[in-house]
């Protein structure tokens, strides 16, 4: 199995930018999709952007359209996601996930291997 380890969070202030790190180890991805989920305190984990094997295909979560941009590169075992014009709605804790099927979908029941994820604090 997989493990994944993110990075890249911090405490940051509105309008600002960060750019999450998600490294796999163990072995590579598997040739599925990857996905980032965020979860609030008090708040179940939500979808927040998924990408396809080839990097073709993406889905964002309503809320970070056109801010977020996520990305990944197969030879490093590394996806990214860029967050920008954060808001002090995307506080969360931020984790990566590997899918565990062939068709890419925002599912959370769809992902395993989670990260332990990492905190993004954005203060307004």
């Known amino acids: 199995q997989v493990q994944l380890a993110e990075s890249g969070g911090g405490l940051v202030q509105a309008g600002g930018s960060l750019r999450l790190s998600c490294a796999a180890s163990?072995?590579?991805?598997?040739?599925?999709?990857l996905g980032w989920f965020r979860q609030a305190p008090g708040k179940e984990r939500a979808f927040v952007a998924a990408i396809s094997w080839s990097g073709g295909i993406t889905y964002y979560t309503d809320s970070v359209k056109g801010r977020f941009t996520i990305s990944r590169d197969n030879a490093k075992n590394t996806v990214y996601l860029q967050m920008n014009s954060l808001k002090p709605e995307d506080t969360a804790v931020y984790y990566c996930?590997?899918?565990?099927?062939?068709?890419?979908?925002?599912?959370?029941?769809?992902?395993?291997?989670w990260g332990q994820g990492t905190q993004v604090t954005v203060s307004s």
């Open positions: 163990g072995r590579t991805f598997s040739r599925y999709g």
């Open positions: 996930a590997d899918q565990r099927v062939p068709t890419l979908t925002i599912s959370l029941n769809d992902f395993g291997s």
